[in-house]
Structure formats: C-alpha cells, structure tokens
C-alpha cells in the first residue's frame, strides 16, 4: 500500500494534477491522493496530501457550481455541482481510521476523486462540458461542447469524398 500510495502521489505531480484515483492508474482499489494547500494564500509552502484509503462520505452540506477539468479526460472541463463541506472518514497509510473536514475547492477535489472510486466522471454529473481550446494569445479558453469546434480526420474527410 505504501508504495501504491508513493506512485500515485508522483504520477498525481508529474501529470500535473491535485488529485488521483486508483483506477485512474488501472488498480481496482478505493485508494485516492489529493493534494492542496493549507494555506490558499501562501500555496507552495503549505501544500498538504491526503491519503484516503476506503474513504466515505459521511456528512455533506451546501451546494456549488463550478469548473473542474479530470486527468482521465485531457481537454475537457465540466461544471459539476458539489457539496461546499463534507467529512469523511478512511484509513491512512497505516490502517489508522481518519476523518476530514473538507471545504470548498478541498470538497470538491475530494468529491471528484472518490467518485472515480464508484465509476462516475465529471461528465456524468454535468451540467455543461466545455472543450479547452488555445486562442490566438495562447491562452485556453473553455467552449461549450456544443459550440467547439470539431476537428475531423484526414481518413474521415477522404471516406466522404
């Protein structure tokens, strides 16, 4: 488990994201990582992890639109209404039984991840997918789904010929 948990911390960093399941890495185990600062202000020297083992979510309240993206989706984003708190409780690293007061962007991360342990992605909770696109400055902008451009196959545009 610990190395597990080391790999998926490294892979979380190297992609880069904030947040990693395990079957996001192909292990069929309700294992997720997260990582985000303490201290929204002075991020890069309070960044935390947290390792949930068999994590559940035992109290949830308020409710929140906004904008997620998803490692297992590259160059989509979603807005995905989540609770504002949640608690939940798992094991760390050691079997030790944990608990955790979540709030907003740290809710919605930890939410985000523990449904990739029921097999649920952003997309199946949204109520708008964007694709992210670069603009002419370079910056990458979400457009809704259905307004983004679509962008065919050479073998596709030849077959229709």
């Not at 002075?42 to 929140?64: C, F, H, M, W």
């Not at 949204?126 to 990458?140: C, F, M, P, R, S």
Request: net charge negative.
């Amino acid at each position: 488990m610990h190395q597990l948990l080391d790999d998926m911390i490294e892979t979380m960093r190297d992609a880069p994201g904030v947040g990693l399941a395990a079957p996001q890495v192909g292990v069929s185990l309700r294992v997720t990582v997260v990582e985000f600062p303490e201290d929204e202000d002075d991020p890069e020297n309070t960044q935390r992890i947290y390792e949930l083992i068999n994590p559940d979510v035992i109290k949830s309240k308020g409710a929140d639109i906004a904008q997620e993206g998803c490692l297992s989706i590259p160059g989509l984003a979603a807005d995905v209404e989540r609770a504002t708190h949640v608690v939940i409780r798992a094991q760390d690293r050691n079997g030790k039984e944990i608990r955790i007061k979540a709030y907003d962007w740290l809710a919605r991360i930890m939410l985000h991840e523990i449904d990739h342990l029921h097999g649920v992605l952003m997309t199946d909770k949204a109520t708008q997918v964007y694709k992210l696109v670069k603009n002419e400055d370079g910056d990458i902008e979400a457009i809704p789904l259905d307004k983004a451009p679509v962008v065919r196959r050479v073998t596709q545009m030849i077959d229709a010929a």
